[in-house]
């Protein structure tokens, strides 16, 4: 079974600052999946970028870059010049190349401070 | 459609009683699944359909919960007998298909089931 460990229940950050949402996730696969979900508090959770395994180069979407590091198994998130809206709970996801099912972290709730 | 969408967005439930949980899907998504969120917790997977297919209920956590798709768009989630464990949000997401870029999955905002 795949489990993915978000470890910080808890980030916030300055308006306009940066901030890192750690992942760690473990798995035997060669061929996988990552994703950062954000759930603002309505609740409809949005994807945010997403990384294939065998890609070496970084996702980047805008203000979001990803820091992949297969041989450790971390999929860390950064937020850019952080915005009022970017406050939410973010979702680390794992998926298997061919699967289908999503596996989840806990989650890090994100407060922007403005 | 524009997006996911579920209803009821709330339901209050006595102990016992038995719910029903609506989610329409994006037009034309094949894949369609089901989740659990606990409070505070990441979603958990509980089903999938592909078309009205389905393909696992390897995370239904009873024989009280049960899913269908009768027509591959609609699908309703059915709980019989709530229990106060049952309580969550249940999410819905969609997927346009199966292959390499077709699996992003789009999910609903949720119904916040309450058993008191």
């Known amino acids: 079974a795949q489990t993915v460990t978000q470890s910080q229940p808890e980030m916030s950050v300055q308006e306009a600052e940066t901030v890192t949402l750690s992942c760690t996730y473990d798995?035997?696969?060669?061929?996988?999946?990552l994703f950062w979900y954000k759930q603002p508090p309505s609740r409809q959770m949005i994807l945010v970028i997403r990384?294939?395994?065998?890609?070496?180069q970084n996702a980047t979407e805008n203000r979001f870059s990803v820091n992949f590091q297969k041989a450790a198994k971390s999929f860390s998130l950064k937020i850019s010049d952080s915005q009022l809206g970017d406050a939410a709970m973010y979702f680390c996801?794992?998926?298997?190349?061919?699967?289908?099912?999503?596996?989840f972290g806990a989650g890090t709730t994100v407060t922007v401070r403005a | 459609g524009a997006g996911v969408s579920q209803s009821p967005r709330y339901k209050v439930a006595k102990r016992g009683q038995d719910v029903a949980l609506r989610c329409d899907p994006i037009?034309?998504?094949?894949?369609l699944f089901w989740y659990q969120q606990a409070l505070g917790q990441g979603p958990e997977f509980l089903t999938y359909?592909?078309?009205?297919?389905?393909l696992d209920k390897s995370g239904l956590p009873s024989d009280r919960f049960f899913a269908e798709r009768p027509e591959g768009s609609v699908s309703t989630l059915k709980i019989q007998r709530t229990q106060q464990e049952d309580s969550a949000v249940y999410l819905c997401?969609?997927?346009?298909?199966w292959g390499q870029g077709l699996q992003t999955q789009y999910f609903g905002p949720g119904t916040r089931l309450l058993v008191l």
């Open positions: 359909f592909q078309n009205e297919a389905q």
């Open positions: 037009s034309g998504h094949v894949s």
């Open positions: 798995t035997s696969e060669s061929d996988y999946y």
């Open positions: 996801a794992y998926r298997r190349g061919f699967d289908y099912k999503l596996s």
């Open positions: 997401a969609s997927s346009l298909g």
């Open positions: 990384q294939e395994a065998y890609k070496q």
